[in-house]
């Protein structure tokens, strides 16, 4: 038996066996795929730090949705079908950085660089889904941990794109 699921544009497929239940969406990201740019902190859903974002469309409305959700508590069993964008989806140095990448860049918000994935992709699922305004980056901005506690220019980095 087998799950199929899209990560950024390209397809994986994925045989039950190979995996166990407890087999994170983290996990299979950092560990089996080698894409470290998602991190993996608390592990119990608290930090933020392995926010990826899930995409699909509403089938009412034909609306495109993107969900960010914490990878380290989805089982990698239930990824069946899903659409899936890590940090390294939506910018690199080779095909240049995402605004909100750059932006946090910018505004020297990426400090010691742990939670800045997490922080950008929470940001990423707000931006796409055109809710980027400053109570939406307020209330999203709770589910994210920065060690550094140097909240302020990550803040100021996210709300100078608010619309
Ligand atoms: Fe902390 Fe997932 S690793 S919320």
Redesign the pocket.
């Known amino acids: 038996q087998q799950i199929k699921f899209h990560l950024q544009d390209k397809e994986y497929t994925v045989n039950v066996e190979e995996v166990t239940p407890n087999t994170s969406l ?1 996990t299979y990201i950092r560990k089996t795929l080698q894409l470290t740019g998602t ?13 990826v974002v899930l995409y699909s469309k509403d089938v009412n409305t034909d609306k495109d949705i993107y969900l960010a959700v ?4 989805i089982p990698l069993l239930s990824c069946n079908g899903w659409r899936i964008y890590t940090i390294e989806g939506i910018g690199d140095p080779v095909k240049g950085y995402h605004v909100i990448q750059q932006t946090l860049a910018n505004f020297n918000g990426t400090q010691c660089g742990v939670c800045s994935p ?1 922080m950008v992709m929470n940001m990423y699922a707000l931006y796409e889904s055109g809710k980027l305004t400053m109570k939406e980056v307020e209330n999203a901005f709770g ?1 994210n ?1 920065c060690r550094c506690t140097g909240y302020r220019p990550i803040l100021s980095a996210f709300k100078s794109l608010c619309t």
């Not at 902190?41 to 926010?51: K, N």
């Not at 914490?70 to 508590?73: A, D, E, Q, R």
Request: overall charge neutral; some cysteine; proline content about 0%.
């Open positions: 983290n991190k993996g902190v608390c592990h119990e859903g608290g930090c933020g730090a392995c926010i914490n990878s380290c508590l997490g589910g941990i």
